[in-house]
Nanobody, 124 residues
């Protein structure tokens, strides 16, 4: 399998926006659901959002509702996470992940391919 590569992280101030990207050269990208997870220092990995194989079904975690949006462009093998109104508690390493099938789920164990992560730091 080809690796997943995240980008777009950085240092921003509270209230700012960031857009994270995840790309791969894997030709089967459009067959699988994708997701974003995050992990803050000293905390467990946390589900951020998921999107099914064709992008028609998606949802985000409760903390992200109204602020984050997950989308994908299968023609470009691209997964996106638009994050608005960022808060200091959003500081974490953000990972994209590929599911074992086309349905998005919250459980990390249902994802079998992970990127290396991109750091997001939100200052107050």
């Amino acid at each position: 399998q080809e690796p997943l590569i995240e980008s777009g992280g950085g240092l921003v101030q509270a209230g700012d926006s960031l857009r994270l990207s995840c790309t791969t050269s894997e030709r089967t990208f459009n067959r699988f659901a994708m997701a974003w997870f995050r992990q803050a220092p000293g905390k467990e990995r946390e589900f951020v959002g998921t999107i099914n194989w064709d992008g028609r079904l998606k949802f985000v975690g409760s903390f992200a509702e109204g602020r984050f949006n997950i989308s994908r462009d299968n023609s470009k093998n691209l997964l996106l996470l638009q994050m608005n109104s960022l808060k200091p508690e959003d500081t974490a390493v953000y990972y994209c992940a590929q599911s074992r099938d086309g349905l998005g789920r919250m459980e990390a164990k249902t994802y079998n391919l992970w990127g290396q992560g991109t750091q997001v730091t939100v200052s107050s």
